[in-house]
């Protein structure tokens, strides 16, 4: 899986959206697609910033992607975004979920969710459902979930998904990575033969300001160590981008990708109910759902 083929694909006439497409992983991919011919969506929640990327992929491209503002944590804000994209009347034929964040101290949000589970996990699963039917009316579509290895070492409790009873950092992010990777799974599960797609991805270590609001040496000599040891975020944005748009791939569904190679998850196999019953769970916390000739 080289890079070059990334670059060969022609997205001339596609629209991607891409959130948490203000800085690292983010910005990477949304660079990366319109370079080759998408027309980018960019959400986030900073207007400078957002024109900051828009004015940089206009240099790079000759085209000033649209970007649509979003604070994440915030069902209402979620829905009226996803609204705004809907009035536009584009199809949408690439979804990439990227936005993420770590807090080092428990947080809720305005809506009394614990602030990493609404971010990394909730704000993916509403999105994608309130954009599903256009991203169905666009066939062939692909939705593109950033998930992490960081999903190995925890498990996933449903009585306990916000970590009311004992938070730590390295739990809370996690754990809402091990909730996207099932969420991959199942919404991979309904859209089974419908002609969109959804894949999860790990980029790998990353620069970027993903902890930038939890300050601290830890953040600081972990932020160095990572720039040091690692290429940054546009080779990083490689595999999201390889998912999104190579032919290799259009039948892929439901799978897990690091470093250009399909893995395996690590996942409770002993409990075949479990994404079904978090998906149900999430759908009242969240106030949308899809079902699917496949549902059982």
Known sequence: MKTEQNQNVNLKGKVSLVTGATS???????????????????????????????????????????????DLS???????????????????DILVNNAGIVNRTRQETTDGVEMVFA?????????SLRLIERLLQSTPARIVNVASDAHRVVSLKLDDLELRNGYSWWSSYGRSKLAVVYFTQELARRLAGSGVTVNAV?????????????????????????????????????????????????RVNGAYFKYH???????????????????????KMTGVDFLSDQTT
């Not at 804000?77 to 199809?91: H, K």
């Not at 971010?119 to 999105?127: E, I, R, S």
């Open 202 to 250: 790990d980029p790998g270590p990353v620069a970027s300001n993903i902890a930038m609001n939890n300050p601290g040496i830890l953040v600081s000599l972990t932020g160095k160590m990572i720039k040091h040891l690692f290429p940054g975020p546009d080779w990083a944005a490689r595999t999201a981008v390889y998912l999104a748009t190579s032919p290799d791939v259009e």
């Open 24 to 70: 690292g992983h983010g910005q990477a991919v949304a660079r990366a697609l319109a370079k080759m011919g998408s027309e980018v969506v960019l959400l986030g929640r900073s207007r400078e910033k957002c024109i900051m990327v828009r004015d940089e992929i206009a240099a790079l491209t000759g085209r000033p992607p649209d970007y649509l503002l979003c």
């Open 74 to 92: 915030v069902r209402d804000d979620i829905d009226r975004a996803a609204n705004e994209f809907l009035a536009s009347g584009r199809p949408l």
């Open 261 to 283: 190679k399909l893995r395996a998850p690590r996942i409770d196999t002993g409990d075949r109910t479990l994404p079904g019953r978090l998906w149900e769970i999430t759908a």
């Open 119 to 127: 971010v990394n996990y909730l704000a993916y699963f509403q999105l």
